[in-house]
Nanobody, 122 residues
Framework: QVQLVESGGGLVQAGGSLRLSCAAS????????MGWFRQAPGKEREFVAA???????YYPDSVKGRFTISRDNGKNTVYLQMNSLKPEDTAVYYC????????????????WGQGTQVTVSS
């Protein structure tokens, strides 16, 4: 059984930083793409970052230059470093596992964590 467990969310002031972690188990982690998505109340799920099994990363324009995704295959963990946070970054953040390449589309992901709340105050 695949499990993804996020941690690291919390309350931070605008301009601050947080690092989210996602610990994976039950799948050969190093062979799968991983992604981070977020969802704010009343809004659709939004792509935040993705990383391929080999470490290639990509981001939407909304977070490019502020967020960095990385992975440690030895620890079966993917990270999301978030800097220069803005109030509009407030959302529940989810990590997910992609059996394919590491898509920006959430429908391609087959396992999801429970989410961690990130709140950015102005």
């Amino acid at each position: 059984q695949v499990q993804l467990v996020e941690s690291g969310g919390g309350l931070v002031q605008a301009g601050g930083s947080l690092r989210l972690s996602c610990a994976a188990s039950g799948r050969r982690f190093s062979r799968y793409g991983m992604g981070w998505f977020r969802q704010a109340p009343g809004k659709e799920r939004e792509f935040v970052a993705a990383i391929t099994w080999s470490g290639g990363a990509y981001y939407p324009d909304s977070v490019k230059g502020r967020f960095t995704i990385s992975r440690d295959n030895g620890k079966n963990t993917v990270y999301l470093q978030m800097n220069s946070l803005k109030p509009e970054d407030t959302a529940v953040y989810y990590c997910a596992s992609d059996p394919g390449y590491a898509s920006s589309s959430w429908v391609r992901y087959d396992y999801w964590g429970q989410g961690t709340q990130v709140t950015v105050s102005s």
